[in-house]
């Protein structure tokens, strides 16, 4: 308390100075409150600083503490720019000093920085999983559950909305809805646990309500959550037989208890899975059949005989569910069942006569017509009594090979027929009538047979044609015989009697009655027209001679007439003459053709070739018997007579063998024509040329070739490159005086290139005459050097570099070729650029030596936290160039990577936030404070592990003492930014007033580290107060959250519940009176007492809310007893006399706009630490007595309920701005979660109440002046002090 007197007074004295002084006034800083939006990027303006002077000197501005790390200045204009990222949700307002300097006297300043929401939180989910298991048959539009989610940002960016993005699987889309403002998910469709899935997935999505602050881009954030629905069954379903129809099989005659069939049911409901019990509902035929309850398995009950009951019995099967449904009935369902009496073998085969009706019979008679196929009716039928009868048929007897029986295996009633298979046994001349036996044998018992007697009649037909004894005969005759010469006597025979001697004969086709006939009775075959039988005409004739019986049966026989010859025709040469044309040296092969009319089989017609001798005949021959001619030595035209031309002229001749012979000539001209029968020849075997590079058309060098034949049709030759030449070179024909010259030169549109893959080519040059006979020689051509190459740079692979490298050997080197032979090169620095912030600048953190050589100069500090990439680029030289440009054409570039070390402390970032704990409620785990950090490093360098290593107290008396660790710290990270959160590891002593210096560590994984100390102030026991409520527990722990509500609308501060329990000062738990332990804290660190709660709450506004709630009455806190020093009273006097001096000082204060500024600044304060939000206790924090949260400027106004515009001298005459500037201040929002402390103070009705804040004595007192009804209220805490006015 001494020393807040010794500052109270320091502060007088100060004050007398300034209103005695007649100096330069200072500046006057006119606007102190802004609005900034939390996303204004780094660099942005936001505001400028508005400061006057009255003597108009010229102003500078500068920023200090607090917050000057945030924001920058321009010295001269007051322009405030974004230094460093702002966050709402750190701190909603922010305190930033001021200085303005007018040359002669500085203006101190704080300017209230209101931050503007942007929408940078996405909306968090509470309270999941949403995992829950609902009844199939749960109602349509039921609320299943409701998903909720927070957005920590304000106004329409915190409206959450909700919706259902996807639902697995897709068919269950349409079965969930979800109201889009409270986010309850309802069921929109009937479930149904076997026709649809029994699981759904659904994908929530939570989307605020947009929002934008700087940018004008309206920012929407999203966030997702699965619901995971399982489908319970219910016994809603009858039961299913599975795998139906049924059908199943029995023998007859099967032993009693034989199982036969088995059904199976099931329960459609496969969640429930029910007992099945089977029964026999009704049968085709009672009492054959019985079924087992538990499994369904049918058997034998009674004798069984097909003959009977028939081939099926049909039975009516119930499956009845063993547990009542959710009807209260046992469901059930019915099938039928299908038994199949299957029948035993036990009747033989018989035979059966049938006409109207069938009578058995084992006589039976069929006729058949003598050689007919066919079948045989017999009127004859096998049945068997049995279902399935299986019965063989065969044939017993001899003339089993004359006929067989179908069918020869039936399975039912079946006609049996006799087939007959061979035809020609039946001849009615032979045998007129057959018996055969037909057995009928059981397939499945062979002792089971009959036996029936058949006898089949032969009926007679004419069934015999002529026939003659040979089916062809041969006949001669001579071409021109007379007519009637008879070529032979020809008769048929017929075996049946009726036929004799009466079978007539005729000549067929009637085209050969033009050359022969036939006497029709005889059978005499003679020749009719004798010109007309000539064999050069036609040789042979075909006929069919034709004998027919009574009944016009037919039979024939072929006649081959053969006319024979007589030499009566000269050979035919088929040309006129023959003309052949043959090459010189080539082989003559003509063959002479001719025919002769006569006989081919006689010497009438074989023809003998000949030459007629004459002048060339003798170099000729000619094959006598096929005609062939050709030369017998080689033709040459240069032998010939030149007036022939070539020409030879031979007379063949043909001529027969017969008697006599006759013979035929014709002439032969052969026509030997002259051929090109030389080749060019070169008069060198090979070439070889050198030419320089890079000239085009240069000339290469020449050939020479010659053609030995001597006409000039045959002699011409034309050169051509044919191989090697790529497009390179061409060549020129040129005649000579003996022989062609080829010249060869580069192509003008080519310039050969030494550097290229072709520094000699080997060329195929041919020579050609026109009859395209070739020669080819080889030409060699070497190109000759010329430096003319430009050099050019290799790819230079990226090099890495340690950040803080001081050796000075080569990092990396760049790489040039030159095509050319002979060179030099020489590397030069085109430009360095280092990346920073992403942008490339230049600099010289390395150099280049000629050689191309890389190294780090030395005389600058390679910094990866400053640059993190070089981008060098390089030049080269030829220094031996003799053609064209000697440096490179593109520059060689060279990318190096700074590696990063860990070579930079974590960095702990500033924040005045104000951490507060209530001792009694604050259990293991508590989070109570946090701290932020980065680490300049990259990778795993820069991340940060937060420790607590020291924990001190420090009293209301400013003693401090070590303890133990009572808290510890939680690692987590946002992006680059690292949190620790600070949280107890232990219980707190409740008894304990002041605060606790928590020192945290942060170390990177190179165990570097900073250390900083947090100030985590203690709500102690003596702000306890007890609240008596007139209902039972139950009923005020189910209104607990609108307890809550109303009494932070009524205190201002945040409410923390330390218990709930009974009025142990009752009689009995029944009397319904409860008691809520709680403490109302500020974010500042400050409290209310019970008194000063009682106060808040009386107010009318708040009263009727609280007593509707059951709130009966405020216990007391304990009272902390203090000593009482003497030393304070004789303060007290000295003060006295002090607030005089005061008051005259005040008076002539408030003349000026000084005063009015400094109330300003308290009701800003005032208004600050009624407004801000803790934002999980990041907000800035307030301490009492200070207009400042833990700074300088003390101002005890905070969250007084009183006039502002009373207290600051503002009434009806005041200026609409100076209003407008207080008003401005209410801008924030209040969160319930704040822990801001306000105290009133007692007083007593009779005198004036006594305050521990003299300026909030005085300003209460000034209230009073103005008729303010408002209560009395101060501020106290006992772990501060009064540090300034």
Not at 683 to 702: L, N
Request: with cysteine.
């Amino acid at each position: 308390m001494l020393a807040d007197m010794e500052g109270i007074t320091g502060v007088m004295m100060v004050l007398c100075l300034i209103g005695l002084s007649n100096a330069n006034t200072s500046p006057t800083i006119n606007s102190v409150v802004h609005n900034v939006c939390e996303d204004t990027p780094i660099g942005a303006h936001v505001f400028t600083i508005r400061a006057t002077d009255a003597e108009n000197d010229p102003l500078t501005y500068s920023l200090t503490a607090p917050n000057a790390e945030y924001f920058t200045v321009e010295s001269n204009t007051g322009r405030v720019s974004v230094r460093m990222t702002l966050d709402r949700e750190v701190f909603s307002v922010m305190e930033l000093g001021v200085l303005v300097d007018d040359g002669s006297n500085r203006t101190p300043g704080q300017l209230t920085i209101i931050l503007e929401d942007a929408n940078d939180n996405r909306p968090i989910f509470q309270n999941t999983p949403y995992d829950i298991v609902i009844p199939e048959n749960t109602t349509v539009n039921a609320t299943l559950f409701r998903a909720m989610a927070t957005d920590g940002d304000t106004g329409s960016s915190a409206v959450v909305r909700y919706s259902i993005d996807e639902v697995t699987p897709n068919d269950g889309v349409s079965h969930f809805i979800i109201v889009p403002v409270t986010g309850e998910v309802k069921l929109n469709g009937q479930l149904n646990y076997t026709a649809l899935s029994t699981f759904y997935r659904l994908k929530i999505n939570a989307t605020d309500g947009g929002g934008k602050c700087f940018y004008n881009t309206t920012n929407y954030l999203s966030s997702i959550a699965f619901s995971f629905i399982t489908v319970m069954d219910v016994p809603d379903l009858d039961p299913q037989f599975l795998s139906i129809p049924y059908v199943g099989r029995v023998e007859e005659n099967a032993p009693l208890g034989h199982s036969v069939f088995k059904v199976t049911a099931l329960d459609q409901d496969t969640g429930v899975n029910d007992d099945i019990i089977y029964s026999i509902q009704d049968s085709t035929a009672e009492g054959l059949f019985e079924i087992s309850e538990t499994d369904g398995v049918i058997s034998v009950l009674s004798h069984i005989d097909r003959e009977d009951i028939g081939d099926t019995v049909t039975l009516t099967v119930k499956a009845t569910e063993s547990k009542a449904n959710i009807h209260g009935f046992q469901a059930s369902t019915t099938t039928e069942v299908q038994i199949n009496i299957i029948d035993v073998n036990d009747n033989m085969p018989q035979f059966y006569k049938c006409g109207d009706e069938c009578v058995m019979e084992s006589h039976f008679t069929g006729e058949v017509v003598e050689h007919v196929l066919g079948s045989v009716f017999i009127n004859m039928t096998v049945k068997d009594r049995d279902k399935i009868a299986q019965t063989y048929l065969t044939l017993e007897g001899n003339y089993t090979d004359v006929f067989s029986v179908q069918p020869q295996f039936t399975t039912s009633d079946s006609i049996v027929q006799l087939q007959v298979k061979d035809p020609q046994k039946l001849d009615f001349e032979k045998i007129q009538q057959m018996v055969l036996q037909v057995i009928a044998i059981d397939g499945e018992n062979d002792t089971f047979q009959s036996t029936a007697t058949v006898t089949i009649n032969i009926k007679d037909a004419n069934d015999n044609s002529p026939t003659f004894m040979q089916t062809t005969y041969e006949l001669n005759v001579t071409e021109h015989s007379p007519v009637g010469t008879i070529l032979d006597t020809l008769t048929a025979y017929d075996p049946d009697t009726m036929d004799q001697g009466k079978i007539t004969y005729t000549l067929l086709p009637d085209s050969i009655l033009l050359y022969f006939d036939v006497e029709p009775h005889n059978g005499a075959v003679y020749v009719k027209n004798a010109t007309l039988l000539d064999r050069e005409v036609r040789s042979l004739y075909s006929a069919t001679l034709q004998a027919r019986d009574t009944d016009g049966k037919p039979g024939s026989t072929v006649l081959e007439i053969t006319v024979t010859d007589i030499n009566d025709h000269a050979p035919i040469i088929n040309r006129d003459t023959y003309r052949e044309f043959v090459k010189e040296g080539e082989k003559l092969e003509l063959r002479i053709e001719a025919t002769d009319a006569d006989d081919s089989d006689t010497k009438n017609s074989q023809i003998v070739f000949g030459i007629v001798p004459s002048k060339y005949s003798d170099n000729f021959t000619i094959d006598s018997d096929t005609g062939v001619l050709t030369n017998m030595v080689e033709l040459d035209r240069e032998a010939l007579d030149p007036k022939l031309n070539g020409m030879i002229e031979l007379n063949v001749t043909a001529t027969d063998k017969g008697t006599p012979p006759l013979s035929t000539m014709v002439t032969v001209i052969i026509i030997v024509e002259d051929v090109n029968d030389n080749t060019p020849q070169f008069k060198a075997s090979s070439y070889k040329f050198s030419v320089k590079e890079g000239q085009k058309g240069a000339f290469v060098g020449s050939v020479q070739a010659e053609d030995l034949d001597q006409t000039a049709e045959f002699e011409r030759i034309s050169f051509s490159i044919i191989e090697g030449s790529f497009g390179s070179f061409i060549i020129r024909t040129f005649a000579e005086e003996q022989g062609y010259r080829g010249n060869i030169t580069v192509d003008p549109d080519i310039e050969l290139d030494y550097e290229s893959a072709r520094k000699q080519f080997r060329l195929q040059v041919e020579a050609t005459d026109l009859e395209q006979k070739k020669a080819v020689v080889t030409v060699e051509v070497d190109v000759l050097d010329v430096n003319d190459e430009r050099p050019e740079f290799k790819p230079s692979d990226p090099v890495t570099v340690k950040e803080n490298i001081a050796s000075s050997g080569a990092v990396g080197s760049f790489t040039a070729q030159d095509k050319d032979g002979n060179h030099s090169l020489v590397y030069e620095l085109e430009s360095i650029k280092c990346r920073c912030n992403g942008s490339l600048t230049p600099c010289s953190w390395f150099i280049l030596d000629p050689t191309g050589e890389v190294r780090v100069n030395l005389e600058h500090t390679v910094d990866y936290e400053e640059c993190d990439q070089v981008l060098m680029e390089a030049q080269v030289v030829d220094e031996y160039t003799e053609k064209g440009e000697n440096n490179s054409v593109t520059a060689g570039q060279m990318v190096i990577n700074i590696e990063d070390i860990n070579d930079n402390a974590p960095q702990f970032i500033f924040s005045d936030s104000v951490f507060v704990v209530v001792s009694e409620s604050a259990s293991k785990g508590t989070s109570v404070a946090g701290v932020t950090a980065t680490d300049r490093d990259s990778g795993i360098n820069r991340q940060i592990d937060f420790k607590v290593t020291a924990v001190q107290f420090r009293d209301s008396n400013n003693q401090t003492s070590d303890t133990k660790i009572l808290f510890e710290a939680i690692t987590t990270q946002q992006k680059d930014i690292y949190i620790g959160i600070i949280q107890t590891s232990e219980a707190l002593d409740i008894s304990l007033k002041g605060k606790y210096l928590v020192t945290v560590s942060a170390t990177d994984t190179g165990d570097l580290s900073t250390s900083t100390v947090l100030e985590i102030f203690a709500v102690d026991e003596s702000y306890q107060v007890e609240l008596a409520f007139t209902r039972p527990q139950t009923l005020v722990e189910e209104n607990i959250n609108e307890i809550i509500r109303a009494l932070t609308a009524a205190t201002k501060a945040a409410v923390e519940i330390a218990s709930i329990r009974f009025d142990t000062a009752q009689a009995s738990r029944d009397s319904g009176n409860t008691i809520i332990v709680a403490y109302f804290v500020y974010s500042n660190g400050t409290a209310l007492t019970s008194n000063e709660v009682e106060k808040m709450i009386s107010d009318p506004e708040h009263a009727g809310v609280l007593i509707d709630l059951g709130l009966a009455d405020i216990g007391k806190a304990p009272v902390i007893e203090t000593d009482t020093d003497p030393l304070k009273y004789a303060l007290f006097g000295m003060v006295a006399g002090l607030v005089i001096v005061m008051a005259v000082l005040t008076t002539s204060l408030m003349c000026t706009r000084r005063n009015y500024s400094r109330k300003l600044k308290a009701a800003k304060a005032m208004n600050s630490a009624a407004m801000v939000t803790s934002g999980n206790q990041k907000s800035g924090p307030v301490v009492p007595g200070t207009n400042k949260y833990t700074m300088e400027g003390a101002n005890p106004v905070l969250n007084l309920n009183i006039d502002t515009t009373m207290i600051l001298d503002m009434d009806e005459e005041s200026s609409d701005v100076d209003k407008v500037s207080l008003n401005s201040l209410a801008s924030s929002n209040y969160d319930k979660t704040n822990m801001m402390s306000i105290q009133e103070e007692e007083y007593d009705d009779s005198g004036p109440p006594e305050y521990i804040e003299p300026l909030g004595a005085a300003l209460a007192h000034r209230g009073q002046k103005k008729g303010s009804d408002n209560p009395h209220i101060g501020f106290s805490n006992p772990a501060f002090s009064t540090t300034d006015l």
